[in-house]
C-alpha cells in the first residue's frame, strides 16, 4: 500500500466518522434518514462530477458498476437499520465493520481479483477481524454477562449479515468501477474521475431509497418520520461527510494492488473513535478493549508489512 493511499484512508476516516455520528445522534436511523442522506451526498458530489465533463459520456461497462454498487450500498443501510433496531449499537457496529474485513479477503483470495495476497498479509487482515470482535463484546455495561451479549447479538445477527455482505460487495464492485473509470478518462484528475463515478453511484442509491420510502409510506409505515427528519441537520450534514469521505475511498483504491487493503485499513475509524472517546468525552477503556486496539493495531502492522 503507498502512502498515498493510507493518508487518503485516514482523512476518509475522520469523514466517516462524523456521518456515522450525526446518524447515530440523530436517533432515527430508517429509510427515511438514508433517502434525505443520499440525496445530500448526491448533490454534494454533482459539481465535482460537472466539473470533469465526463457525465454523460461513461459507457455502459463502467455504469453497470456504480449501479451494483450503489444498490450494494442501499442494501448495507438496509442492514444497519435493522441491526440497530434489534442491537445495542455498541455491539453491532464493530461486527458489521469486521465481517467485511473477512469477507472481502476471503473473496478476493478465492476468485483471483487483484494482486494476490502475502501470507503476512492475510495474517494481518484475520488479527484486525479478530480485534473487531473483541472489541465488539468490550461494549456495553460492565454487569452484562457474555450469554446475554451473545442474545443481543443474535437479534440483530441478520442485519448485521446484510450490512457486511453489502459493504462487501460495493468495497469490491466499486475497485472494478473506479479502476475502470480512471482508465476511461486517463486525462482526468483521479479526484474528478471517481467523483463521476460517486455520483453515478449514488444516483442509484439515492432512487433505491426514495424507492423504499414510497414502499413505507404505501404500507403506513414511518407516518411524520420524513418530516420530521426533514426539518433536522443531521441527514443533510452526513451527506455531506459521506460524500468527502467516500469520494477518498475510491482514490485510495486505485492506488492498491488488492482491495482488502483498502477494507482492513478502514478499521482504523475503531481504534480512532476509542481515542476521542477516551480523549473528550473522558471514557474509560477496559483492559479487554485495550486488547481489541493492539490486535487491530497490530495487525494492520501485518499487512503493511
Known amino acids: 500500500m503507498s502512502m498515498t493511499a493510507f493518508n487518503l484512508i485516514v482523512l476518509s476516516i475522520l469523514m466517516h466518522s462524523l456521518w456515522h455520528f450525526l446518524c447515530k445522534s440523530s436517533g432515527k436511523a430508517s429509510m427515511a434518514f438514508f433517502a434525505l442522506f443520499s440525496t445530500s451526498l448526491f448533490l454534494t458530489i454533482l459539481p465535482l462530477a460537472l466539473s470533469s465533463g465526463l ?6 461497462s463502467i455504469v453497470k458498476f456504480a449501479i451494483i454498487g450503489g444498490v450494494s450500498g442501499v442494501i448495507c443501510d438496509i442492514g444497519l437499520i435493522l441491526a440497530y433496531r434489534n442491537c445495542d449499537i455498541s455491539l453491532a457496529y464493530p461486527m458489521a465493520r469486521a465481517l467485511p474485513v473477512f469477507f472481502t479477503m476471503l473473496a478476493t483470495t478465492l476468485f483471483g481479483w487483484g494482486k494476490s495476497l502475502t501470507i503476512l498479509a ?4 484475520i488479527v ?13 455495561p460492565k454487569d452484562t454477562a457474555m450469554k446475554d451479549k451473545l442474545k443481543i447479538l443474535k437479534r440483530g445477527l441478520i ?4 450490512a457486511a455482505l453489502g459493504t462487501t460487495s460495493y468495497t469490491i464492485v466499486d475497485k472494478f468501477g473506479v479502476d475502470a473509470m480512471v482508465k476511461f478518462a486517463p486525462e482526468t484528475s483521479k479526484l474528478q474521475a471517481a467523483g463521476t463515478y460517486s455520483c453515478i453511484r449514488e444516483l442509484a442509491a439515492m432512487t433505491g431509497m426514495w424507492l423504499l420510502v414510497l414502499v413505507r409510506k404505501v404500507q403506513g409505515e414511518d407516518k411524520g418520520l420524513l418530516r420530521d427528519l426533514a426539518k433536522k441537520y443531521h441527514p443533510y450534514l452526513a ?4 460524500a468527502l469521505a467516500y469520494v477518498l475511498i475510491l482514490v ?8 482488502s487493503f483498502v477494507q482492513a485499513f478502514r478499521q482504523l475509524s475503531l481504534p480512532l473513535s476509542a481515542f476521542l472517546g477516551f480523549l473528550i468525552l ?10 481489541a486496539l493492539i490486535l487491530i493495531m497490530v495487525g494492520l502492522g501485518l499487512s503493511v508489512l
Open 55 to 60: 457525465l454523460g459520456t461513461v459507457p455502459f
Open 122 to 125: 492475510i495474517i494481518g487482515m
Open 128 to 140: 484486525i477481524f479478530s480485534g473487531c470482535l473483541v472489541m465488539a463484546f468490550s461494549n456495553g
Open 159 to 162: 442485519g448485521i449479515l446484510i
Open 239 to 242: 451527506g455531506v461527510f459521506a
Open 252 to 259: 485510495a483504491m486505485n492506488e492498491v494492488t488488492n482491495v
Open 282 to 291: 473522558k471514557e474509560k477503556i477496559t483492559a479487554i478493549r485495550w486488547i
